[in-house]
C-alpha cells in the first residue's frame, strides 16, 4: 500500500481566519463563541453561536463569483486556497492525479430559508436563478476544483457531523489505493440563522448558556447543557509520500488509519456506551496495524451534550483499557463550537497540527468533573507532549461515525 501524508493545511474557524491564528487561540483556550451577529437573535431561546469574524474571501475568481457564493463555499476556496499554496503543490502538472472531497452537513441552509420567504411573500420570479448553486452541498468541492484546477474525483460527503472526517478518510483512500497522487480534502458548513439555530433548538441540543457565550461549550463537563453551533472550514492536502518527497515538501504527518461505522439505532441519539464508536475507533487502528498502547492522543467529538460526551469516553475506556490512563484526551469544540459538517476538517487539521508541533490543545471550560466521564481531558491548559499517533473522532446523527488516525511522521 502507498504512504499518504499530510503536506498542506487551511483553516477557517471561529478561533481566527487563517492556520496558525485559529491554532494558538485553541491551544490557549481562547473561545470563539460570542452572541449572533449574523442577525437579530434577540428574541430567540439561544443567542449564540461560534461565528467566523471579520472573514474575507480568497480563493475565489473574482469579486462576481463572490457574490454568487454561499458562506460555505467562500470558506471552503479560502481553506482550500490556503492548504494548496502551504503545501506547494503545482495543480498546473498532471491535475487528474489531483482529488477534491470536501465534506458538508446541510449547504446553503441560510439561502433555502431566504428564498423559501422569497417565494412565499413575493413570488417564483423573484426567486434567485443562484438558488441552486448556492444551496447544494457538493458546491463547495465543485468550486474549489475549479479554482485550484483538480480534474480528479470530486466529492462531497454528507454524513452530518461526520462529514469532514469521512472526506479525509475516503481521500486516504483514493491515495494509498493508487487513484491520486494528492487530494485536498475536509469540511465547511455555515448554517448560522435563524432556521438553523430555532431546528436544532427544537431537537433540545442547543446550550442555553446566553449569559456568558465564551463559557458556554463545556465538553465532559458536569454542567453542560448541549452544544454551540459553529462555522467554517478546515481542510488538508493529502500526498503519496514518495510524490511529497520528490519535490521536497514539508510533511505535518502521516494518515495511517480511517475507520468508519453505523449505530443502526436512533436517528440522533448515540446508543449506550457507544459501540458504534468502539467499532469505528477499533477499525481505525486495525487499518492501521496499530495497538491501542500506541496512541498518545485523541481529539474527541465531544460536543459538550450528556450523552455524546458520555458514551463516547466509555468507548475509549472500553477499547483502550488500562491504557486509557496513559491517554490524553481532548475536545477543541470548547473555543469553536459545533461546526456540524465542518467538524471532522477543522479537528482533523487540529490533530495534525498537534502531531507536528508537539502540543495537546486542552478542553476549554472544564471546571466541574462528571463521575461518569472519567478521562484525562487536558482541562483548559494546553500541554507539551510528544503524540507518535493521535486519532480524530466524529460522530454524526443518523448513527454514522468516522475515525482517522494520524502518526508523526519519521
Not at 178 to 188: S, T
Amino acid at each position: 500500500m502507498r504512504r499518504v501524508v499530510i503536506t498542506g493545511l487551511g483553516l477557517v474557524a471561529p478561533t481566527g481566519n487563517n492556520l496558525r491564528d485559529a491554532w494558538n487561540a485553541t491551544v490557549e483556550a481562547r473561545s470563539g463563541i460570542t452572541r449572533i451577529t449574523h442577525f437579530d437573535a434577540s428574541a430567540m431561546k439561544v443567542q449564540i453561536a461560534g461565528e467566523v469574524k471579520n472573514f474575507v474571501a480568497r480563493g475565489v475568481q473574482d469579486a462576481k463569483d463572490e457574490r454568487r457564493m454561499s458562506r460555505f463555499v467562500l470558506f471552503a476556496a479560502a481553506a482550500g486556497d490556503d492548504a494548496i499554496k502551504d503545501s506547494g503543490l503545482d495543480t498546473s502538472k498532471n491535475p487528474e492525479r489531483f482529488g477534491c472531497i470536501i465534506g458538508v452537513g446541510m449547504g446553503g441552509l441560510p439561502e433555502i430559508e431566504e428564498n423559501s420567504i422569497t417565494l412565499r411573500d413575493r413570488g417564483e420570479k423573484r426567486i434567485s436563478p443562484f438558488f441552486i448553486p448556492y444551496a447544494i452541498p457538493n458546491m463547495a468541492a465543485g468550486y474549489v476544483s475549479i479554482v485550484q484546477n483538480l480534474k480528479g474525483p470530486n466529492l462531497c460527503p454528507t454524513t452530518a457531523c461526520s462529514s469532514g472526517t469521512h472526506a479525509v478518510g475516503e481521500a486516504f483512500h483514493y491515495i494509498r489505493n493508487g487513484h491520486c497522487d494528492a487530494v485536498l480534502a475536509g469540511g465547511a458548513e455555515s448554517t448560522i440563522c435563524p432556521l438553523g439555530i430555532s431546528a436544532f433548538s427544537a431537537l433540545k441540543a442547543l446550550s442555553h448558556h446566553n449569559e456568558d457565550p465564551a463559557t458556554a461549550s463545556r465538553p465532559f463537563d458536569l454542567t453542560r447543557d448541549g452544544f454551540v453551533m459553529g462555522e467554517g472550514s478546515g481542510l488538508m492536502v493529502l500526498e503519496e509520500l514518495e510524490h511529497a518527497k520528490r519535490r521536497g515538501a514539508r510533511i505535518y504527518g502521516e494518515v495511517v488509519g480511517y475507520g468508519l461505522s453505523g449505530d443502526a439505532g436512533h436517528i440522533t441519539a448515540p446508543p449506550e456506551r457507544h459501540e458504534g464508536a468502539f467499532r469505528c475507533m477499533s477499525m481505525t487502528l486495525k487499518s492501521a496495524g496499530l495497538n491501542p498502547e500506541d496512541v498518545s492522543y485523541i481529539n474527541a467529538h465531544g460536543t459538550s451534550t450528556k450523552m455524546n460526551d458520555q458514551y463516547e469516553s466509555e468507548a475509549i475506556q472500553d477499547l483502550f483499557g488500562a491504557h486509557t490512563k496513559k491517554l490524553a484526551v481532548s475536545s477543541t469544540k470548547g473555543v469553536t463550537g459545533h461546526c456540524l459538517g465542518a467538524a471532522g476538517g477543522i479537528e482533523a487539521v487540529f490533530t495534525a497540527l498537534a502531531v507536528y508541533d508537539g502540543v495537546i490543545p486542552p478542553t476549554a471550560n472544564y471546571q466541574t468533573p462528571d463521575p461518569s466521564c472519567a478521562l484525562d481531558y487536558v482541562p483548559n491548559t494546553a500541554r507539551r507532549s510528544k503524540i507518535e499517533v493521535a486519532l480524530s473522532n466524529s460522530f454524526g446523527f443518523g448513527g454514522t461515525n468516522a475515525t482517522i488516525a494520524i502518526r508523526k511522521f519519521s
